[in-house]
């Protein structure tokens, strides 16, 4: 009978061994590898998919990862859908994130800013109103596109107006949902932001507040920890990321007829309506690519202190335990 010996036993179980080790090496290798062609990237974006519209327009759409670009109503919602695991990143104002971190469990970073123009996020009133300024609205029903942009200027707005929040009718709404109350007549004004916006004016409303001087112009990209987590979708966030910048940047270079004519088509202004708002747009405030800084921290901490204030929120939230410079180095690269 054949009696194993220690060493014996120590020669096979070493064999045996070896696949594995070759399996975790190759492992580690593929988790370390910045090689972004297995990459698809779940990407939302907020209106009528804009972003998606200028990388094409541009000819930055060529991307050597795949892109899933799904359409919500407001970055609140895609927050949400970073927070199910449904999203990789998420482009929104600075209010969505403090909201979903609010359990201070998120699992998302804030990895970089979008400077981008702040008009067309206004207070409107519907035709026929005799509604004229923010003061008109006490006592009144008002809609607002909660956990948003609309929520913060609205409040910002009554603020200044000498009005608390108490002393309207506040009225959650979604943005389409909010035009059909708007010009059905069940609230007396409507707070919110871009194409909504357009389109309430196209229907005969007038603007009764702007948040345009109210709001910082930081637009967040976020991304689900997993996406940091990972060499190659690091690689390819700030890739896509640093493209849109680029792409916006193209279209100041002497294409705005182009891109306004794209606009337009989805937007159902006129041409001329939708290259007046590109201008207005770059002009106020150009489209730009930033990486994460103090300073733009400090910015979303003014929002969380000022929904702290509100009741929004429950006690005092410090947003920069959900910021990250970890992608600053791949996005200064991209761009």
């Known amino acids: 009978m054949f009696r194993r010996t220690p060493r014996t036993s120590a020669a096979v179980l070493a064999l045996l061994l070896l696949p594995l080790a070759a399996a975790c090496g190759n492992e580690a290798k593929a988790e370390s590898s910045s090689d972004v062609s297995a990459v698809t990237l779940r990407v939302?974006?907020?209106?009528?998919?804009?972003?998606?519209?200028?990388?094409?327009?541009?000819?930055?759409?060529?991307?050597?990862?795949?892109?899933?670009?799904?359409?919500?109503?407001?970055?609140?919602?895609?927050?949400q859908a970073v927070r199910a695991g449904a999203l990789d990143l998420a482009s929104s104002s600075e209010i969505p994130p403090v909201f979903s971190a609010a359990d201070n469990k998120p699992n998302f970073k804030v990895v970089a800013v979008e400077r981008a123009s702040t008009l067309n996020q206004e207070v409107v009133a519907p035709k026929g109103s005799k509604i004229t300024d923010i003061a008109g609205l006490k006592g009144k029903t008002v809609g607002y596109v909660k956990n948003t942009t609309a929520?913060?200027?609205?409040y910002e707005l009554l603020r200044q107006a000498g009005l608390k929040w108490s002393d309207i009718d506040a009225k959650p709404l979604l943005p389409n949902d909010g035009l059909a109350a708007l010009n059905g007549g069940s609230i007396d004004a409507?707070?919110?932001?871009?194409?909504?916006?357009?389109?309430a004016h196209a229907q005969g409303a007038h603007t009764i507040g702007s948040g345009k001087d109210i709001l910082s112009g930081n637009f967040l990209w976020t991304a689900r920890n997993s996406v940091l987590a990972s060499p190659a979708q690091r690689a390819?966030?700030?890739?896509?990321?640093?493209?849109?910048?680029?792409?916006?940047?193209?279209?100041?270079?002497?294409?705005?007829?182009?891109?306004?004519?794209?606009t337009a088509a989805t937007t159902h202004?006129?041409?001329?309506?939708?290259?007046?708002?590109?201008?207005?747009?770059?002009?106020?405030?150009?489209?730009?690519?930033?990486?994460?800084?103090?300073?733009?921290?400090?910015?979303?901490?003014?929002?969380?202190?000022?929904?702290?204030?509100?009741?929004?929120?429950?006690?005092?939230?410090?947003?920069?335990?959900?910021?990250?410079?970890?992608?600053n180095a791949d996005l200064k690269k991209a761009l």
């Open 236 to 262: 390819a966030a700030a890739d896509l990321i640093a493209r849109i910048g680029k792409a916006y940047a193209y279209v100041r270079d002497g294409h705005l007829d182009g891109f306004a004519k794209v």
């Open 44 to 79: 939302g974006a907020t209106g009528w998919k804009v972003e998606e519209a200028v990388l094409k327009y541009a000819h930055l759409d060529d991307t050597p990862y795949k892109l899933k670009w799904n359409l919500f109503q407001g970055g609140d919602l895609q927050l």
């Open 151 to 154: 929520h913060y200027f609205l």
């Open 190 to 199: 409507f707070a919110s932001y871009g194409t909504s916006i357009i389109t």
């Open 269 to 327: 202004q006129t041409v001329a309506q939708a290259k007046q708002d590109l201008v207005d747009a770059q002009t106020q405030r150009p489209t730009k690519v930033l990486p994460v800084d103090d300073t733009a921290v400090a910015s979303e901490q003014k929002v969380a202190d000022a929904f702290t204030e509100l009741g929004s929120l429950k006690g005092h939230l410090d947003v920069s335990s959900f910021w990250t410079t970890r992608l």
